[in-house]
């Protein structure tokens, strides 16, 4: 399972387990080597494992180079897939909606390696996934957001019904722009929930990949504990 810690992947892996046609043996994310956080979530790894123990799946963690290049990012997930493949694995989950390029670039790099995508939440509408999401009990807690779409109080809330209704219009309900991120503290897929706080509020600038004005994000950076 690819695993952000996020709203979607949680959704999609209860989809998978709920569906006996799938043995999820675990759960992978890719880290920053330089702040030992999951990349645009901010959650630290800490945290991360946390919540892996709480659901009760092994957590692989791939530790990327604070600057990544896409060749060396392509290297290190072709290398880890491939031993996952030896390994036996024959598919990974993806929590991906509707975005047709990200599906086809993960579709392309698996290719060659022999592993099958699955994509459980593709095409469905993101206020159904949304209400799927907390109909079934989940919940989660906004941990990243773009701060030229969502100002500082967006993030640090809990994700309900009511947050929902706040977000600007043009934004997805389901962040799946990258306008938010979350992490899910509890849920159907868990042994047992996990309680967090947030400890403080940090803005971020990055280089704009396209050019111009740098990108900023509000980041919660939160607590966590059994």
Not at 40 to 53: I, N, S, W
Not at 88 to 93: A, H, K, L, N, S
Not at 108 to 123: A, C, D, N, S, V
Not at 149 to 172: H, M, N, R
Request: hydrophobic share 40%; charged share 20%; proline share 5%.
């Amino acid at each position: 399972m690819s695993w952000s810690g996020g709203k979607d992947s949680a959704l999609a892996l209860y989809r998978c387990i709920n569906d006996h046609n799938h043995n999820i043996v675990g759960l992978v994310t890719t880290i920053n080597s330089s702040t030992n956080r999951v990349s645009m979530h901010g959650v630290a790894l800490d945290v991360l494992k946390y919540q892996a123990d709480a659901i009760g799946i092994p957590l692989h963690v791939i530790t990327l180079p604070e600057k990544c290049s896409m060749d060396e990012y392509e290297s290190i997930m072709g290398a880890f897939m491939s031993r996952m493949k030896q390994d036996g694995v024959e598919g990974v989950v993806f929590g991906d909606i509707f975005l047709e390029d990200i599906r086809k670039y993960r579709e392309r790099q698996l290719e060659g390696i022999g592993i099958t995508p699955i994509f459980p939440l593709w095409g469905l509408a993101s206020a159904e996934v949304a209400s799927q999401f907390l109909d079934n009990h989940f919940k989660s807690i906004i941990t990243c957001v773009d701060s030229d779409l969502l100002d500082e109080s967006f993030v640090g809330q809990f994700y309900t019904s009511a947050y929902i209704e706040k977000l600007p219009g043009g934004v997805d309900p389901c962040g799946e722009n990258g306008e938010f991120h979350s992490f899910v503290t509890a849920g159907p897929i868990f042994q047992k929930p996990i309680e967090v706080k947030v400890i403080s509020k940090i803005r971020k600038e990055y280089p704009n990949p396209q050019g111009g004005n740098p990108k900023t994000f509000w980041f919660a950076d939160i607590a966590a504990s059994k």
